[in-house]
C-alpha cells in the first residue's frame, strides 16, 4: 500500500506535524488509477554530484525526478532499498535519465564525498546519466531532510539513524507522493513514475 504523506512544509514544528496519511490499495493493472495528487512545491536544492558537479532540483524540470535520502555506510535500510531502485532504474528502459531521473542525497556528508558517493553509486550499478548522488556542507543536507520530512541523526559513534523516504517530484517540481521505507514497492514506484511522466 502506498503511504502518501502531506506535508506543510516551513518550520520543523509544522513539519513534524503531518496533514494526513491516506492508504490506496494497488489497482489492477487494467484499472483505472487516478492521477496522484499534487502535494505543494518540492523543496528545490543546489548540491554537489558524484563527479563534483552542481546539481539543482530545477536542473531536472520537465523530467519526473525521484528524489531519496541515503548515506554509504548504512547497513540497515539503504542496502535493502538501493537495490531496489536500481531493479527499477533498469525496468524503466528508454525512459530513464531522458524522461525520468533519481537524486540520492547523503544524511552523511562529513563521510560521503563525491569519491565515496560514486563508489557507492557503481557498487549498485546506477547509472549516472539519470542517477545524481549528492553531497553537500552539514547544515544544508540536514535543513534539506528536514523539509522532505526525513529523520537523521548521528549518535556519539558516529551512525546516522534514518528514516528511508523517496518522494516523486513532477516535471513542474510539484512533490506528488512519499513512500516510507518498509512500505517501498518497486513496481508500484515504476508505475507511478510512468504515470506521472504521462501527464501534460
Same mark, same amino acid.
Given at each position: 500500500?502506498?503511504?502518501?504523506?502531506?506535508?506543510?512544509?516551513?518550520?520543523?514544528?509544522?513539519?513534524?506535524?503531518?496533514?494526513?496519511?491516506?492508504?490506496?490499495?494497488?489497482?489492477?493493472?487494467?484499472?483505472?488509477?487516478?492521477?496522484?495528487?499534487?502535494?505543494?512545491?518540492?523543496?528545490?536544492?543546489?548540491?554537489?554530484?558524484?563527479?563534483?558537479?552542481?546539481?539543482?532540483?530545477?536542473?531536472?524540470r520537465g &523530467?519526473?525526478? +525521484?528524489?531519496?535520502?541515503? *548515506?554509504?555506510?548504512? @547497513?540497515?535500510?539503504?542496502?535493502?532499498? =538501493? /537495490?531496489l #531502485?536500481?531493479?527499477?532504474?533498469?525496468?524503466?528502459? &528508454?525512459?530513464? +535519465?531522458?524522461?525520468?531521473? *533519481?537524486?540520492?542525497? @547523503?544524511?552523511?556528508?562529513e563521510?560521503? =564525498? /563525491?569519491? #565515496?558517493?560514486?563508489?557507492?553509486?557503481?557498487?549498485?550499478?546506477?547509472?549516472?546519466?539519470?542517477?545524481? *548522488?549528492?553531497t553537500g556542507?552539514?547544515?544544508?543536507?540536514?535543513?534539506?531532510?528536514?523539509?522532505?520530512?526525513?529523520?537523521?541523526?548521528?549518535?556519539?559513534?558516529?551512525?546516522?539513524?534514518?528514516? *528511508?523516504l523517496?518522494?516523486?517530484?513532477?516535471?513542474?517540481?510539484?512533490?506528488?507522493?512519499?513512500?516510507l521505507?518498509?512500505?517501498?514497492?518497486?513496481?508500484e514506484?515504476?508505475?507511478?513514475?510512468?504515470?506521472?511522466?504521462?501527464?501534460?
Amino acid at each position: 500500500m502506498r503511504r502518501l504523506i502531506v506535508i506543510a512544509f516551513g518550520t520543523l514544528a509544522v513539519l513534524a506535524s503531518l496533514v494526513g496519511i491516506h492508504l490506496y490499495e494497488t489497482p489492477a493493472p487494467a484499472a483505472w488509477a487516478p492521477p496522484l495528487p499534487k502535494i505543494a512545491a518540492a523543496p528545490d536544492f543546489t548540491l554537489t554530484s558524484q563527479d563534483r558537479a552542481p546539481v539543482s532540483l530545477a536542473d531536472f524540470r520537465g &523530467r519526473v525526478v +525521484a528524489v531519496t535520502f541515503i *548515506f554509504t555506510r548504512c @547497513t540497515a535500510t539503504c542496502p535493502v532499498l =538501493t /537495490p531496489l #531502485m536500481s531493479l527499477v532504474q533498469d525496468r524503466l528502459g &528508454r525512459d530513464f +535519465a531522458s524522461k525520468i531521473v *533519481f537524486a540520492s542525497i @547523503t544524511v552523511d556528508p562529513e563521510h560521503d =564525498t /563525491p569519491e #565515496m558517493l560514486k563508489l557507492y553509486a557503481q557498487m549498485y550499478g546506477a547509472d549516472l546519466g539519470g542517477w545524481s *548522488f549528492l553531497t553537500g556542507p552539514p547544515p544544508v543536507i540536514a535543513d534539506l531532510s528536514r523539509r522532505y520530512g526525513v529523520y537523521a541523526v548521528k549518535d556519539a559513534n558516529g551512525e546516522v539513524e534514518h528514516s *528511508f523516504l523517496t518522494s516523486i517530484v513532477d516535471q513542474r517540481g510539484i512533490l506528488r507522493v512519499q513512500y516510507l521505507g518498509v512500505r517501498f514497492d518497486p513496481e508500484e514506484f515504476r508505475r507511478d513514475l510512468l504515470s506521472v511522466m504521462k501527464e501534460r
